[in-house]
Nanobody
Framework: QVQLVESGGGLVQAGGSLRLSCAASGSILSINVMGWYRQSPGKQRELVASLTSGGSTNYADSYADSVKGRFTISRDNAKNTMYLQMNSLKPEDTAVYYC??????????????WGQGTQVTVSS
């Protein structure tokens, strides 16, 4: 079983920055896709940013249009940890942020895990 634990959320003023972390633990052979999602009240969960493995050290990142140029996703393979650097935050970025990871626990088994969520609140 693979567990994801997020940290780094909080309250920040508009224009400020926050850095979210997502640490993966458990039986992990490989992580192929890692992503950050967010959900605000009354809205569906949306993909904010993702990293897709293209090989041992190559990853392709993608972003929602609403965060391009402001958010940066990255990962530390040695720590099985993913980050989301959020700059120039806006009140509309307020949401619960979730991390997600897909990969393999062994050559025959896949996993798809979610973190518990971390609240990000941006005040105007």
């Amino acid at each position: 079983q693979v567990q994801l634990v997020e940290s780094g959320g909080g309250l920040v003023q508009a224009g400020g920055s926050l850095r979210l972390s997502c640490a993966a633990s458990g039986s992990i052979l490989s992580i192929n896709v890692m992503g950050w999602y967010r959900q605000s009240p009354g809205k569906q969960r949306e993909l904010v940013a993702s990293l897709t493995s293209g090989g041992s050290t190559n990853y392709a990142d993608s972003y929602a249009d609403s965060v391009k140029g402001r958010f940066t996703i990255s990962r530390d393979n040695a720590k099985n940890t993913m980050y989301l650097q959020m700059n120039s935050l806006k009140p509309e970025d307020t949401a619960v942020y979730y991390c997600n990871a897909e990969g393999r626990t062994d050559w025959f088994s896949r996993f798809n895990s979610w973190g518990q969520g971390t609240q990000v609140t941006v005040s105007s």
